[in-house]
């Protein structure tokens, strides 16, 4: 059964009138499927992400529109497959470059919603371009407290870079100080730590308003690094790697936990929609990740690089306890989000409005087909109903009936399906562009070709 409804009269009653609900989405980055409780996780417990599955729904096939971290990131703020608009790899830390981040043909969630009156907040990573067109202010976000590369170290004493004039390398740019809007600022806390007191201080300041807080931790992504605060909560761990990865995911929940407190401290929480997701499935062993029973790892287009933990909360409207087998994707939060705001997209969205299918407004499938692409690697998957086809290489095509075999086991030789599913696919293909920047693993080939890629006095 897809959708289970408890006591949905009484729900349908207390239904909230007002028309511009806030929007909040809590992003994870890297997080293994499984490494949730919601999702079965006995190792790490994670009671306040578990308040929104339980005070909404869960998603067992919540999938995110790309493997890794950019382009997902591209898709989900857009609201569009990323590759519509060539953002097909994840872009370099390249100060001086327009071209590597976010094209300016695209609208973001937030620029869309400031036409419904929204002020909006984003936190954490940001990963759309360091360019200073490319920054969250320029992209329709009212306020920014975060860093501009995909990935950041965590303790503040470890940030010792002031400015974009002191990197010199990729890499180097997770050691910048972090971005109060466009001011460099002395972080004292914890990263994850601080990214949670920004936005309880957000949520504090607009409780009369309508707001957006895209709240982009960048744990548990590399580097691995945790308080004692979390790390003794996990004595019972014996592996140091996975030890700090579930102190880091603990960190993510307690922050959850503060932003549900402070939307029920200032009885808002009825009028505020909650997401929660990870940005692609966990890349593990890397960073000691764990997706169950899924295949594969971030990266790949196997499941366990695009289904995530995904769940979603509206307390009034929504009705709690939910279980929703039906596919759903990052993609369908911008679409909800603007059905909700009432203001019309620049672009056409590819997402659709979720709200009604959880209520039970609409019945059936929110999507006849789910669609992915990877460029470089030449591979490629189609999620349709119960089946989905998938050729990670370039190489072969695989067909499994994904409902009773989420690991991709068992490959079925069902031609006819096959044929079906691959001629959708090739439509949907033929809307895509190639990649419009060279890509993280460019690194090298970028800096011959932009030798000043750094220097900013040349520009």
């Given at each position: 059964?897809?959708?289970c409804?408890?006591n949905?009269?009484?729900?349908?009653?207390?239904?909230?009138?007002?028309?511009?609900?806030?929007?909040?989405?809590?992003?994870?980055?890297?997080?293994?499927?499984?490494?949730?409780s919601?999702?079965?996780s006995?190792e790490?417990?994670?009671?306040?992400?578990?308040?929104?599955?339980?005070?909404g729904?869960?998603?067992?096939?919540?999938?995110?529109?790309?493997?890794?971290?950019?382009?997902?990131r591209?898709?989900?703020?857009?609201?569009?497959y990323?590759?519509r608009?060539?953002?097909?790899?994840?872009?370099?830390?390249?100060?001086?470059?327009?071209?590597?981040?976010?094209?300016?043909?695209?609208?973001t969630?937030a620029k869309?919603?400031?036409?419904g009156?929204?002020?909006?907040?984003?936190?954490g990573?940001?990963?759309?371009?360091?360019?200073?067109?490319?920054?969250?202010?320029?992209?329709?976000?009212?306020?920014?407290?975060?860093?501009?590369t995909?990935?950041?170290?965590?303790?503040?004493?470890?940030?010792?870079?002031?400015?974009?004039?002191?990197?010199?390398?990729?890499?180097?740019?997770?050691?910048?100080k972090?971005?109060?809007?466009?001011?460099?600022?002395?972080?004292?806390?914890?990263l994850?730590?601080?990214?949670?007191?920004?936005?309880?201080?957000?949520?504090?300041?607009n409780?009369?308003?309508p707001?957006?807080?895209?709240?982009?931790?960048?744990?548990?992504?590399?580097?691995l690094q945790?308080?004692?605060?979390?790390?003794?909560?996990?004595?019972?761990?014996?592996?140091?790697?996975?030890?700090?990865?579930?102190?880091?995911?603990?960190?993510?929940?307690d922050?959850?936990?503060?932003?549900?407190?402070?939307?029920?401290?200032?009885?808002?929480?009825?009028?505020?929609?909650?997401?929660?997701?990870?940005?692609?499935?966990?890349?593990e062993?890397?960073?000691?990740?764990?997706?169950?029973?899924?295949?594969?790892?971030?990266?790949?287009l196997?499941?366990g690089g695009?289904?995530?933990?995904?769940?979603?909360?509206?307390?009034?409207?929504?009705?709690?306890?939910?279980?929703y087998?039906?596919?759903?994707i990052?993609?369908?939060?911008?679409a909800?989000?603007?059905?909700?705001?009432?203001?019309?997209?620049?672009?056409?969205?590819d997402?659709?409005?979720?709200?009604?299918?959880?209520t039970?407004?609409?019945?059936?499938?929110?999507?006849?087909?789910l669609?992915?692409?990877?460029?470089?690697?030449?591979?490629?998957?189609?999620?349709?109903g119960?089946?989905?086809?998938?050729?990670?290489?370039?190489?072969k095509?695989?067909?499994?009936?994904?409902?009773?075999?989420?690991?991709?086991?068992?490959?079925?030789?069902?031609?006819?399906?096959?044929?079906?599913?691959?001629?959708?696919?090739n439509?949907w293909?033929?809307?895509?562009?190639a990649?419009?920047f060279?890509?993280l693993?460019?690194?090298?080939?970028?800096?011959?070709?932009?030798?000043?890629?750094?220097?900013?006095?040349?520009?």
């Amino acid at each position: 059964m897809a959708i289970c409804l408890v006591n949905f009269l009484c729900f349908a009653q207390k239904k909230n009138t007002q028309t511009s609900p806030n929007i909040i989405i809590v992003l994870a980055d890297d997080l293994g499927y499984n490494d949730v409780s919601f999702n079965g996780s006995t190792e790490i417990p994670t009671p306040n992400i578990d308040r929104i599955a339980n005070n909404g729904v869960k998603f067992t096939n919540g999938y995110v529109s790309y493997a890794v971290c950019g382009p997902s990131r591209a898709g989900l703020i857009t609201g569009r497959y990323q590759g519509r608009f060539g953002f097909s790899r994840n872009p370099l830390f390249a100060p001086n470059d327009p071209s590597q981040g976010l094209p300016l043909s695209e609208e973001t969630m937030a620029k869309t919603l400031s036409r419904g009156g929204y002020k909006s907040l984003a936190l954490g990573k940001w990963h759309l371009g360091a360019h200073e067109s490319q920054r969250p202010l320029k992209r329709g976000f009212t306020e920014f407290y975060g860093f501009l590369t995909g990935g950041h170290y965590y303790f503040p004493e470890d940030l010792t870079l002031n400015d974009i004039s002191e990197i010199e390398s990729q890499y180097a740019a997770y050691r910048t100080k972090l971005l109060k809007n466009d001011t460099r600022v002395e972080e004292k806390e914890y990263l994850t730590d601080a990214l949670s007191r920004e936005a309880v201080d957000f949520i504090g300041r607009n409780k009369d308003n309508p707001f957006f807080i895209y709240l982009a931790y960048n744990a548990p992504h590399t580097p691995l690094q945790a308080t004692e605060k979390y790390l003794s909560r996990f004595d019972h761990i014996t592996d140091k790697k996975r030890k700090t990865y579930a102190a880091m995911v603990s960190a993510v929940d307690d922050g959850v936990g503060s932003v549900l407190d402070k939307l029920e401290e200032l009885e808002i929480s009825d009028n505020t929609l909650v997401f929660f997701l990870s940005d692609n499935g966990g890349p593990e062993p890397h960073n000691a990740s764990d997706n169950g029973a899924l295949r594969g790892t971030k990266g790949s287009l196997w499941e366990g690089g695009i289904r995530v933990p995904f769940a979603v909360q509206w307390p009034g409207t929504i009705p709690a306890a939910q279980v929703y087998d039906h596919p759903i994707i990052s993609l369908d939060i911008f679409a909800t989000a603007a059905a909700l705001a009432k203001v019309k997209p620049k672009n056409k969205l590819d997402g659709v409005n979720l709200i009604p299918y959880l209520t039970g407004e609409e019945n059936g499938a929110p999507h006849k087909s789910l669609q992915w692409r990877m460029y470089d690697k030449k591979a490629y998957a189609i999620r349709k109903g119960d089946y989905k086809m998938v050729n990670v290489d370039g190489e072969k095509e695989m067909l499994f009936h994904i409902t009773n075999d989420i690991g991709e086991s068992n490959p079925l030789a069902e031609e006819k399906k096959a044929i079906s599913m691959l001629k959708s696919f090739n439509n949907w293909l033929s809307m895509l562009m190639a990649p419009v920047f060279l890509g993280l693993k460019d690194d090298k080939k970028y800096n011959e070709l932009h030798p000043d890629r750094f220097d900013l006095e040349k520009y």
